[in-house]
Each structure stands twice: as structure tokens, then as C-alpha cells.
């Protein structure tokens, strides 16, 4: 995937949740039945080198800096916050504590349900997303909450792609400090190329305490035959809606790039038959044999390059409404997993989610590099 084409699916992503965070939030309340597994791994897991599952912390000490909506330093809740998290804290002060790094935390809802499944534990959240609207809607939520205490939960404002697209350095651009634990649900799948996935679960590794857990999961929606029609059919729509037109790119000479597997001529020339019968549906014009008007562009279609697994998916029917998501297969996630190998080792990898209980690939690694 070519810069340009980053940079189409980085605007998308932000238009469409920035857009849609209201409804988006609405439809996605219901746990993931692959948490339940990764709570149990949790649980079993020693995470101190003294052998005891979870580390003692009071109950409303925190360890790195909190922000508000904004991203900026804050050291104080709202008064309306303030008066019900503390309630909360004045029963778990004893509770032993777990510090959760979460990368893309969108509404907070693995926030909400890895408090209701750990009651026992004081568990305070570093969480990072780019779309205020979600997490605001997330803490809202959290304020009536009967598990979830928002006076524990610190939010950072940060668009992750943007990040990577000008080569910085997410160590250096995160504030929370070392957790105990650390996911990214529901986010691998929107980061493009390899090598910036790989990039991202680095970056998650860095932020774990050694012997700490890392877990992500790996959406594989093409493993559903209904869910693969769709998304096949939408991205024709979004081709032709955006005026995008699709390109082979060559192999990239870079480190993954003998492992990610490209849009081959057949994959390309299947893109641009769905994309010419969308047109032609809708009207519209899409002569290949015309001119370039630049190098960039084909009859005033945009090129765009795609990698295998790559597309742009619509939602709930809404007009425009344009996503770029990611179908990860088995080979991208050996590879990713391996590529960590000197930092994090393989705890337990399995598949769950969908009704037919593979829609996702989770991995969870233990931190063994030392800090």
C-alpha cells in the first residue's frame, strides 16, 4: 500500500467513527466471548516475579499521569464524578491492583466488562484512542456503572496512524507508564501494512512490565462466507462513491514484505470488474483505456493501492458511511508473532467470536525482554 493510500484509509476511519460515534457506540455493548478465555489466562497468569497474581495497590493511587477529553493534564474528576468514583473506592481500598493498558479502547467497553469480571481487583486503565466522542459516550456509561470506576480510568487523545505515517516514535508519544497488562481490541485490523502492524504491537510490548501479559486480537472476517460477500460488495461501493480506483502496486522491499502477500493481477482485475459494475450502476465513468489526467489519477479517479485482505467496509446501510479494515490471515499473524520473539513469547493463541467462533484470532504473549 502506497503513502497515499495510508492516508485515504487514516481520514476514512477518522470521518466514519468521529461521524457515526453515537450509533457506532450504541451497537457495541455486548462483551466478546473470546474476553471470558483471556480472563482466564489473566487469572492464571503470575504477573510479579514474587509469584502472587496481582500486585497490592490502594485503592485511587495512580502511577502515571491523568488526562481529561482533551488529552491534557488533569488532576481532578468533575465534582459529579468525583462524588460517585470515590463511593466506589471507599469499598475496594484493601483490593489487590492490576494496571490495563488499552490501545484503541473506543467506548471502553472491555473497560466495563474486565471490572465486572475481576470485582476483586482495583484495576486502573490507561486507555488511548483518537475519537473523543467514543470514549466521552464510553465514561458517560461508566458514571452509573455498577462495576466500572471513571475516577480510574486515564484517557490519552492520540491518532495512532497518524503517528506512524510520519515515522514517530510511540514510546516517546505515550504517557502512561508500564502496566501489568495491555490489549488492542478491535484495532489491529485498522492499521495498514505489515510493518506498521508490527510497529503497533511493539509499541504494546514497550508499555508492558516485563512478565506482563500483551493480548490483541486479529479480526479474520473473511472466514465468514456472508460477512466476506459483504465486504466485497461494499468495497465496490466505496471504490466507486469515493472515486478510488484500484491498481496493483509492486512488492515493497522491506522487512515484511516477503511475507505480506500483495493484491496480485488476478485480485486487481477482479477489484476493477466489481468497481466498473458499480459505476455502470450507479452512472458512472470509469474508462481505463483513457488517459491519465496525472500520475495519481485515472479519469479523475483516484489510484489507490490494496493489499490482500485489505477493504472498505459500510455500515448499518448509511450512505458514505466508509471504513478500511484489514481480514488478517494465519501467515500475517505467524509472522507479527514471531517478529516479537525476542521481546514477548507465545502464552496461548485460539480462535473465538461469531457465531461460528472464529471470526478473531487472539495472541497473548508474555513481556520476558527486560526493561
Same mark, same amino acid.
Given at each position: 500500500m502506497d503513502d497515499k493510500t495510508v492516508e485515504i484509509a487514516r481520514r476514512l476511519n477518522n470521518d466514519f467513527y468521529r461521524r457515526?460515534?453515537?450509533?457506532?457506540?450504541a451497537s457495541r455493548k455486548t462483551p466478546w466471548l473470546g474476553w471470558e478465555r483471556c480472563v482466564r489466562i489473566v487469572k492464571d497468569a503470575k504477573l510479579d516475579a514474587s509469584g502472587t497474581s496481582f500486585r497490592n495497590l490502594q485503592a485511587g493511587s495512580c502511577s502515571g499521569p491523568q488526562h481529561n477529553l482533551s488529552g491534557e493534564l488533569c488532576h481532578e474528576l468533575p465534582a459529579d464524578l468525583r462524588h460517585r468514583s470515590q463511593h466506589k473506592a471507599s469499598h475496594s481500598k484493601a483490593r489487590r491492583g492490576l494496571s490495563v493498558f488499552d490501545l484503541g479502547c473506543g467506548n471502553l467497553r472491555f473497560e466495563q466488562f474486565l471490572s465486572g469480571a475481576l470485582p476483586? =481487583?482495583? &484495576?486502573?486503565?490507561?486507555?488511548?484512542?483518537?475519537?473523543?466522542?467514543?470514549? !466521552?459516550?464510553?465514561?458517560?456509561?461508566? #458514571?452509573?456503572?455498577?462495576d466500572l470506576d471513571?475516577?480510574? #480510568?486515564?484517557? @490519552? @487523545?492520540?491518532? =495512532?496512524?497518524?503517528?506512524?505515517?510520519? !515515522?514517530?516514535?510511540? $514510546?516517546?508519544?505515550?504517557?502512561?507508564?508500564?502496566?501489568?497488562?495491555?490489549?488492542?481490541?478491535?484495532?489491529?485490523?485498522? =492499521?495498514?501494512?505489515?510493518?506498521?502492524?508490527?510497529?503497533?504491537?511493539? $509499541? &504494546? =510490548? !514497550?508499555?508492558?512490565?516485563?512478565?506482563?501479559? #500483551? #493480548?490483541? $486480537?486479529?479480526?479474520?472476517?473473511?472466514?465468514?462466507?456472508?460477512?466476506?460477500?459483504?465486504?466485497? @460488495?461494499?468495497?465496490a461501493r466505496a471504490m466507486k462513491d469515493l472515486h478510488l480506483f484500484p491498481v496493483h502496486e509492486p512488492a515493497r522491499n522491506d522487512e515484511a514484505a516477503d511475507l505480506v502477500v500483495h493484491r496480485g493481477e488476478r485480485d486487481a482485475a477482479a477489484d476493477l470488474a466489481a468497481y466498473k459494475g458499480t459505476a455502470r450502476e450507479g452512472g458512472g465513468t470509469t474508462n481505463s483505456g483513457e488517459a491519465a489526467d496525472d500520475d495519481s489519477k485515472i479519469n479523475n479517479n483516484i489510484k489507490v493501492t490494496w493489499e490482500a485482505g485489505d477493504y472498505l467496509l459500510g455500515w448499518d446501510n448509511i450512505p458514505g458511511a466508509y471504513r478500511y479494515c484489514h481480514s488478517f490471515s494465519q501467515v500475517e499473524i505467524d509472522w507479527l508473532s514471531s517478529s516479537v520473539a525476542k521481546k514477548a513469547s507465545v502464552v496461548a493463541r485460539f480462535k473465538a467470536d461469531g457465531r461460528s467462533g472464529d471470526l478473531n484470532t487472539y495472541l497473548i504473549l508474555r513481556v520476558n525482554r527486560e526493561t
Open positions: 457515526n460515534a453515537a450509533a457506532f457506540s476483586e =481487583i482495583a &484495576l486502573t486503565f490507561y486507555a488511548v484512542d483518537n475519537c473523543e466522542e467514543l470514549v !466521552d459516550g464510553g465514561l458517560a456509561q461508566a #458514571v452509573g456503572a455498577p471513571a475516577a480510574r #480510568v486515564h484517557y @490519552q @487523545q492520540l491518532d =495512532i496512524m497518524e503517528c506512524l505515517c510520519q !515515522d514517530a516514535r510511540l $514510546s516517546e508519544l505515550l504517557t502512561a507508564p508500564l502496566c501489568d497488562l495491555s490489549v488492542a481490541f478491535g484495532f489491529m485490523h485498522h =492499521i495498514p501494512r505489515q510493518a506498521y502492524r508490527k510497529q503497533v504491537l511493539t $509499541s &504494546l =510490548i !514497550d508499555q508492558t512490565r516485563t512478565g506482563g501479559l #500483551v #493480548v490483541v $486480537s486479529f479480526w479474520q472476517f473473511l472466514n465468514n462466507a456472508l460477512l466476506a460477500k459483504k465486504a466485497q @460488495q461494499a468495497h
